[in-house]
């Protein structure tokens, strides 16, 4: 389409009475319909397949968005290919395919950033941004200006030894990084909820393919984008060196921290939803990020711990291979109370708490004579320390109180014996008008 928009427009209004106006009209208004009518039938079918998840979901739903300017598109390009076999005017036409076609890009651009990014301000500020380039360049190539515009880009250059940069390239560098990046980021999110609805990985092998696969296609994209914009690849030698220097000198936490993340996936000694005290931190793994895990204790509040720490200090992973976690409640009662009595009650005890786990069973030992009394010892098991100890405890401490309590059990307190050895002799009262000084 070599006319201009202006041109154009002239000649929609030459031709508002012209029969062959109205058939371009007529076929806009036709394509309409039946791409509403194809957008109708097929949304019904694709609804039924909503549900799928992997590649397959992602296909629907981008189908789903597309289906209408698709249709629209085809069918008006069909009708144009028709009305030009007997050589009658399409203009009105030529206008509405690219409409239709950025309408498509737009749709498609959209949903791969909502799907590949968290939706926030600043990403609704980015489809904005997007919509309103597709549209500025659909303008300018009805204007018949693009080829003027890119030019002028072109123009702006500077000469960096044998490489010539133009802000243009510069702005189709920006383009295709931002165009690789984007569906880099979303094929790793793609894959990262396919290996969660596949059965039979583990956690943290899903986690490792999710990284790994995230970092193969985030360095593919970079490198395709570079190779894309004519600029070679032997030049990233020099930006190796400079990685290697800031790797020695200042980046060598990041980089270990990075490294030790790999280690802790393909090792397999932390994994998500593990329970973990690492140094005075205590609680459950809620991610694996790629420079440190988020760990949630029972406050609800997230530490982020580095990952090189879980590899060169101790941790205590209290679900690394069973779950379950053994409870102990001490207590103690007089030398005066029968100790078969007591742990027998302290054993009818023991399932005051519904997460007490009946396998392993609950026992009751006999520790210790103490200074103030016999000392003994429920011990009980569950399975879900994440929640925590303290409920279980209180149920158990409570269920006991009430129960030694009832049989006359007594829970002895600290006593001490005062033996005085000398008393001192009376006091001998002051005389009247003497004071206690003299």
């Not at 895990?293 to 997230?302: A, K």
Request: glycine share 8%; hydrophobic share 50%.
């Amino acid at each position: 389409m070599n006319q201009t928009l202006g041109t154009q427009l002239t000649q929609l209004l030459t031709q508002a009475g012209d029969p062959q106006f109205w058939w371009q009209l007529g076929v806009l208004v036709v394509a309409a319909l039946g791409a509403s009518l194809i957008n109708q039938r097929l949304q019904a079918v694709l609804a039924l397949e909503a549900g799928v998840a992997g590649l397959r979901h992602v296909a629907i739903r981008s189908l789903q968005r597309l289906l209408w300017p698709l249709s629209m598109l085809l069918l008006v390009i069909l009708g144009r290919a028709v009305l030009a076999h007997y050589a009658l005017h399409v203009v009105l036409l030529d206008v509405a395919v690219p409409v239709f076609l950025a309408l498509a890009v737009v749709r498609l651009c959209v949903y791969v950033l909502r799907k590949a990014f968290t939706v926030n301000p600043l990403l609704k500020s980015s489809e904005n941004a997007l919509a309103l380039l597709v549209w500025a360049v659909v303008i300018l190539y009805l204007l018949g200006w693009l080829p003027g515009v890119l030019q002028a880009l072109d123009s702006m250059a500077m000469q960096l030894g044998e490489t010539r940069i133009s802000v243009l390239d510069v702005l189709q560098l920006l383009v295709v990084v931002a165009i690789a990046f984007t569906l880099a980021i979303w094929l790793s999110e793609v894959i990262n909820r396919s290996m969660q609805s596949t059965a039979g990985i583990s956690p943290s092998m899903q986690v490792g393919i999710s990284k790994f696969s995230r970092f193969a296609l985030i360095t593919a994209a970079f490198l395709f984008a570079l190779n894309a914009v004519g600029i070679n690849l032997s030049s990233l030698a020099i930006f190796g060196g400079a990685l290697g220097v800031g790797l020695g000198f200042g980046l060598q936490r990041i980089a270990s921290n990075f490294i030790s993340g790999f280690i802790l996936v393909f090792d397999r000694s932390i994994k998500p939803g593990d329970v973990v005290t690492v140094g005075q931190n205590f609680g459950w793994v809620q991610e694996l990020r790629s420079r440190y895990v988020v760990l949630r204790n029972r406050q609800g509040v997230d530490t982020l711990i580095p990952n090189e720490n879980l590899i060169t200090s101790e941790v205590v992973n209290w679900s690394f291979v069973d779950r379950n976690v053994r409870v102990t409640i001490p207590v103690q009662i007089s030398y005066d109370d029968d100790p078969e009595q007591a742990m027998a009650l302290m054993l009818d005890c023991a399932y005051a708490s519904p997460r007490v786990l009946h396998e392993p069973e609950p026992t009751v030992r006999f520790l210790a004579f103490g200074d103030n009394g016999l000392n003994l010892e429920l011990r009980v098991w569950i399975e879900d320390p994440e929640n925590g100890f303290g409920e279980v405890k209180s149920a158990l401490n409570l269920a006991i109180w009430k129960a030694f309590k009832a049989a006359g059990i007594t829970i002895p307190y600290p006593q001490r014996d005062l033996h005085i050895k000398n008393m001192p002799g009376p006091l001998t009262p002051a005389a009247p008008g003497e004071t206690s000084d003299e």
